[in-house]
C-alpha cells in the first residue's frame, strides 16, 4: 500500500543543498503541491547517492511462501495447508492471466479505435477517454500475477544481475510514496519527471506504462527510505 504521509519538511545536509536548490526552482513552475515537490526532490537525491551495488533486482527467493500465497486467497494458516495453498494459487494464477490476456486486448482495440478518431471526438468524451485508459492501466497491473511465489528460485549470479538506473529506481519509490486511484499523482510525478530529465516519455500514459513495468515480475526492488516525522538525507 503506497505511504501518503509523508514529511512535510526535510532537512538537506549543507553538501546537498545547492542541488536540491536547482530541482526545487526547476519545479516551481509546475504548480505542484510543494510538499510533494520536496519529497521527490529529496528521494532522487536519495537514488543519486546511494552506491551502485544497493541497486540490484531480481528473483531472490529461495523457497516457496506459502504464507503470501495463501493470503491472496483468504487461507488461514497457509503455511499448515501447502496442498491447498498450492492449488487454489495455481487456479487464481491461471484465472489472472485469462483476464489479463483479455484486459490487453480489449485495450489495444480501443487504443486504436481513439486514436483514429481523435480529432472528431468531443472534449467531454476524450477526457473521460483518457481516464480510462488510465484506469484500465492500473488495472493491467492489478490483474497481472506477476512472479510465482511458489515457484523454487535460486538467487542469480553476479554476471546475470541486472541494476536499476539511479534515475528508475527514484520513479518507482515516487511510485511507491505518491501512487493512488486520484489520477493527480500521476500527473505530478510526470510532470516532475519531465521538468528534472528524468523521462523522455511523449504522453503521461506512455511514462506511466513505463514506471509499471520497472517492478513487473520482480520479488526484489531496493527499498525507499522510511519517514518518522522529519527526516535528514544521508550521508
Not at 33 to 42: F, K, P, Q, S, V
Not at 129 to 136: I, P, R, V
Not at 151 to 164: I, N, P
Not at 166 to 191: F, G, H, K
Amino acid at each position: 500500500m503506497p505511504n501518503q504521509n509523508y514529511p512535510r519538511h526535510i532537512k538537506i545536509p549543507d553538501h546537498l543543498v545547492s542541488a536540491m536548490g536547482e530541482l526545487l526552482q526547476k519545479a516551481e513552475p509546475t504548480g505542484i503541491d510543494h510538499g510533494r515537490i520536496e519529497l521527490c526532490a529529496w528521494l532522487f537525491l536519495v537514488a543519486k547517492n546511494r552506491p551502485e551495488g544497493e541497486l540490484l533486482r531480481g528473483r531472490r527467493v529461495p523457497i516457496p511462501n506459502y504464507f503470501l500465497a495463501g493470503n491472496m486467497h483468504g487461507i488461514s494458516e497457509p503455511d499448515k495447508h501447502p496442498e491447498e495453498v498450492s492449488r487454489r494459487y495455481a487456479a487464481g494464477r491461471k484465472a489472472s492471466q485469462r483476464v489479463l490476456a483479455s484486459a490487453k486486448g480489449a485495450l489495444t482495440q480501443f487504443e486504436k479505435v481513439f486514436r483514429d478518431n481523435l480529432e472528431a471526438l468531443p472534449f467531454s468524451v476524450i477526457d473521460q477517454a483518457q481516464e480510462l485508459l488510465s484506469a484500465f492501466t492500473e488495472f493491467l497491473v492489478c490483474a497481472d500475477p506477476g512472479v510465482d511465489h511458489l515457484k523454487r528460485t535460486r538467487a542469480k549470479t553476479k554476471q546475470e544481475l541486472d541494476l536499476y538506473s539511479l534515475n528508475t529506481l527514484a520513479l518507482v519509490w515516487w511510485r511507491y510514496y505518491l501512487c493512488s486511484p486520484d489520477e493527480q499523482y500521476w500527473r505530478d510525478m510526470y510532470e516532475l519527471a519531465k521538468v528534472w530529465e528524468l523521462t523522455s516519455a511523449a504522453s503521461q500514459l506512455s511514462f506511466t506504462r513505463f514506471v509499471v513495468a520497472l517492478t513487473e515480475g520482480k520479488d526484489y526492488i531496493p527499498m525507499p527510505p522510511r519517514f518518522s516525522g522529519t527526516e535528514e538525507i544521508g550521508p
